[in-house]
T-cell receptor, first 114, second 114 residues
Framework: QQQVKQSPQSLIVQKGGISIINCAYE??????FPWYQQFPGKGPALLIA?????SEKKEGRFTISFNKSAKQFSLHIMDSQPGDSATYFC?????????????FGQGTRLTINP | DGGITQSPKYLFRKEGQNVTLSCEQN?????MYWYRQDPGQGLRLIYY???????QKGDIAEGYSVSREKKESFPLTVTSAQKNPTAFYLC?????????????FGEGSRLTVL
């Protein structure tokens, strides 16, 4: 119920291509769905997030698509660049005992080949 | 400089020893979290705290302990009862009442048990 399943585990994309990472969840109590980007040796940082009443959110080259009925959401990176090479985590958030509680997916290591 | 400071960055420990990881923040955030990161498993929640002198167990609290005596500080002790403590540990914070899915992460502490 609390799990968020993420795929693929790793992804290689050519420069200029589209990178797509998918996530699925079970618990309908989640009320926010963020994506985090992590570079080696650093902590994750918020990239983009979406509420479940919105089907798509775009920020620059990054787009989240959200399918509430299927309980799935995905990250699309358009015109992928070598600087996008990082590990990406999807997450689902809910309020639990007064605090935000985030459940993370397993992560996707993205490599953009020049 | 505002932010989250985790120390030490690298730590080596012999089996059977307890070790304490430090997390200090000057963002004036109420909520603080500890996550453990292992390859292929994403980030898993160990403990979180909404206010001083109060904290809740996360999904993998066994073998860990925390304290929250000050708003700025949330140290994590990895005890000898933790069966597989080698991992990358991440501290995070967020504003009380936030519902955006955003956590602010430190740069992590890598613990290796020899």
């Amino acid at each position: 119920q609390q799990q968020v399943k993420q795929s693929p585990q790793s992804l290689i994309v050519q420069k200029g291509g589209i990178s797509i990472i998918n996530c699925a969840y079970e618990n309908t109590a989640f009320d926010y769905f963020p994506w985090y980007q992590q570079f080696p040796g650093k902590g994750p940082a918020l990239l983009i997030a979406i509420r479940p009443d919105v089907s798509e959110k775009k920020e620059g080259r990054f787009t989240i698509s959200f399918n509430k009925s299927a309980k799935q959401f995905s990250l699309h990176i358009m015109d992928s660049q070598p600087g996008d090479s990082a590990t990406y985590f999807c997450a689902a958030s809910m309020i639990h005992q007064g605090a935000q509680k985030l459940v993370f997916g397993q992560g996707t290591r993205l490599t953009i080949n020049p | 400089d505002g932010g989250i400071t985790q120390s030490p960055k690298y730590l080596f420990r012999k089996e059977g020893q307890n070790v304490t990881l430090s997390c200090e923040q000057n963002l004036n955030h109420d909520a603080m979290y500890w996550y453990r990161q292992d390859p292929g498993q994403g980030l898993r929640l160990i403990y979180y705290s909404q206010i001083v002198n109060d904290f809740q167990k996360g999904d993998i609290a066994e073998g860990y302990s925390v304290s929250r005596e000050k708003k700025e500080s949330f140290p994590l002790t990895v005890t000898s009862a933790q069966k597989n403590p080698t991992a990358f540990y991440l501290c995070a914070t967020t504003l009380s009442g936030a519902r955006t899915g955003e956590l602010f992460f430190g740069e992590g502490s890598r613990l290796t048990v020899l």
